[in-house]
């Protein structure tokens, strides 16, 4: 129905910087919303950034200031700019979108990408 491919992940130094993307595909009758959740090892699946077709976004505390999220509509695409970044930031991050597929809304995620900082 929805396919949510990610790219961007790896290895990086604190205080390094990383960009993800993902795009979507399949057969979507319009996006509500696009965002990256972070799973860190042994840890629940925790909002990183949220935006809405409109624009309007949604961080979680530990990244206002570092991390940017954008979107690209027309290719049903979003963004994750991360700098500054700290160990902490370590976990494997999910694609997330929030999808109408022939009238059926749904949830959809990515098959994550691995992202490691060194300290």
């Known amino acids: 129905q929805v396919q949510l491919v990610e790219s961007g992940g790896g290895l990086v130094q604190a205080g390094g910087s990383l960009r993800l993307s993902c795009a979507a595909s399949?057969?979507?009758?319009?996006?509500?919303?696009m965002g990256w959740y972070r799973q860190a090892p042994g840890k629940q699946r925790d909002l990183v950034a949220l935006?809405?077709?409109?624009?309007?976004?949604n961080y979680a505390d530990s990244m206002k200031g570092r991390f940017t999220i954008s979107r690209d509509n027309a290719k049903n695409t979003v963004y994750l700019q991360m700098n500054s970044m700290k160990p902490e930031d370590t976990g494997v991050y999910y694609c997330?979108?929030?999808?109408?597929?022939?009238?059926?809304?749904?949830?959809?995620w990515g098959q994550g990408t691995q992202v490691t900082i060194s300290s």
């Open positions: 399949g057969r979507i009758s319009s996006i509500n919303a």
């Open positions: 935006i809405t077709s409109g624009g309007s976004t």
């Open positions: 997330y979108a929030d999808a109408t597929v022939r009238l059926v809304r749904g949830g959809y």
